[in-house]
């Protein structure tokens, strides 16, 4: 079948859009028509969306479906027919489902067209123009999620808020936005129904939370993202979030529902990173991210304070100064025993830190996402680490850690490497000596993604890795653009005699 998505279809799509039963069914149907790898790509995205973003089966799904894009991704959407003003950007669950619009008039011109092609669950637009605000458009009642970009004018959040589209949102992301803004939009009427709210890289700071927190209808929502500039990109006095800003969060009613709670960015402080965790409204919280929240080591104790009911699933503190005091306190934590995935990049754990967080960490034993990078704890540090070991670990992510050849030839002889899936090793001064060790790796066996950029890798010894037992298995191999052969990797790697020869697996 070619062109727009078949009527009925389309229709029974659009009729059950929060349901997987009728993509699961419209595959089997294309199956039937020989489109078998469109068929497979609807059952993989449908199944990556039933999964939790820590789960092991992703890492093999999302290869597949890269894949898959790769392949087909441009031919699918061509399939969609040109609109005037509008443009297919990609797939929701397998369906052709996401349009940008080139403006609010756009939209409500020709949004109609669109819907007799495929179904509108994911729309861009930027904020509507003065000239766009009074028009009066259409709601589309399949539509998910919602983007606006740009730059507002002054009245456009108002006529956003009083749009009845807003009612079928489950996810709104809105950029652009300053304190007070957020008020009127989130004081809309219409978004009973919403569960994910992202207001990525705006200057809201604590008027935005006071805003926030007068909010009556968003009594459903699950996510939250409330990050502003990281420290380099924005100007000393931009707004972020601070002691007050924190104090009328949690004690905000509509935290309760919140499973998801994004602050990246913001002046978290240990005051406020007390105050969170031991706040009546986060017994549900289960995912929290506060990358470059202005948190020493110190502060790590709070974890230790929390509500007693409290169990992370996800926890980002990266780019906080945690050093191996705070490594400590989020090893001992009992709200953090659960954990599936943490990140601790650029925190300055130096190996006693490493050391006491494998030794230490009760959720070491369910942990399946590890991102310690850049934090230079050398090869002892991810030793300790594989002596634990970590069973359920499928990634591995230890870029930019000093590791070199002897922490490659201890992920090649450690039996606890046999669970990754991914490994990232950027960084960390790999020359012909590691590229031997990983290649004639006893272990190893069910890895799937290889980094190895920004490290002086030869040429012929990146071919000769493609071509041992662990190359051919890999699905990717990530290198940058080969060092030259000569001196360079060996310069490094003193012990490593130099020959013209490739190193044999």
């Not at 898959?68 to 929701?92: D, H, K, Q, S, T």
């Not at 939209?107 to 509507?128: G, I, S």
């Not at 790999?430 to 790796?441: D, K, N, Q, S, T």
């Amino acid at each position: 079948m070619s062109g727009a998505l078949a009527g009925d279809f389309r229709d029974y799509i659009v009729a059950h859009i929060d349901e997987d039963t009728p993509r699961l069914a419209y595959a089997d149907w294309l199956q039937e028509q020989g489109r078998d790898e469109r068929a497979e790509f609807i059952r993989v995205q449908v199944e990556r969306a039933q999964l939790p973003t820590w789960h092991p089966a992703q890492v093999r799904l999302a290869l597949r479906e890269r894949t898959l894009i790769e392949r087909y991704g441009e031919e699918w959407l061509a399939e969609l027919p040109v609109i005037e003003g509008a443009r297919w950007e990609g797939f929701r669950r397998g369906i052709v489902a996401e349009v940008s619009f080139a403006s609010f008039e756009a939209m409500r011109k020709n949004a109609h067209a669109c819907r007799a092609a495929a179904p509108v669950e994911a729309v861009t637009v930027r904020w509507p123009r003065r000239r766009e605000g009074g028009r009066t458009v259409n709601p589309i009642a399949e539509l998910r999620e919602l983007t606006l970009t740009g730059n507002p004018d002054y009245d456009a959040f108002e006529w956003v808020a009083g749009s009845p589209q807003l009612a079928t949102l489950r996810g709104l992301t809105a950029r652009s936005l300053w304190g007070a803004s957020l008020g009127v939009l989130a004081g809309s009427p219409h978004l009973a129904n919403l569960k994910s709210l992202c207001l990525p890289s705006n200057n809201l700071g604590n008027e935005g939370i006071f805003g926030l927190a007068k909010a009556v209808t968003l009594s459903a929502l699950e996510e939250l993202d409330f990050s502003s500039q990281s420290r380099h990109e924005r100007y000393i006095h931009d707004p972020v979030i601070r002691a007050a800003g924190m104090g009328a969060l949690i004690g905000w009613s509509g935290l309760a529902t919140v499973r998801a709670l994004t602050l990246n960015g913001n002046d978290v402080s240990r005051d406020g990173l007390r105050a969170l965790l031991r706040s009546p409204h986060v017994a549900g919280l289960k995912h929290l991210s506060l990358r470059d929240g202005q948190l020493d080591g110190q502060a790590m104790a709070e974890f230790d304070s929390a509500r007693p009911d409290l169990r992370l699933e996800t926890l980002d503190l990266g780019q906080n100064v945690l050093q191996n005091v705070g490594a400590e306190y989020v090893a001992l934590a009992p709200c953090l025993c659960e954990l599936k995935a943490l990140r601790l990049d650029r925190c300055e754990v130096r190996l006693t830190g490493a050391r006491v967080l494998a030794k230490k960490a009760a959720f070491l034993d369910g942990l399946r996402l590890l991102d310690i990078g850049h934090n230079h704890f050398g090869p002892a540090g991810l030793g300790a680490l594989l002596e634990r070991p970590p069973a359920a670990l499928h990634t591995l992510r230890v870029r930019d850690n000093d590791l070199t050849a002897e922490g490659a030839e201890l992920l090649a002889a450690a039996p606890a490497s046999d669970t990754l899936l991914e490994l990232d090793l950027c960084r960390n001064r790999l020359g012909a000596r590691a590229v031997r060790a990983l290649g004639e790796a006893e272990h190893l066996r069910g890895l799937l993604v290889l980094r190895l950029a920004d490290n002086p890798i030869r040429a012929r010894d990146a071919e000769a890795l493609a071509a041992s037992p662990l190359g051919r298995r890999l699905a990717v191999l990530e290198l940058e653009a080969p060092e030259p052969d000569g001196p360079g990797a060996d310069q490094l790697e003193p012990d490593e005699p130099d020959t013209d020869e490739p190193i044999p697996f």
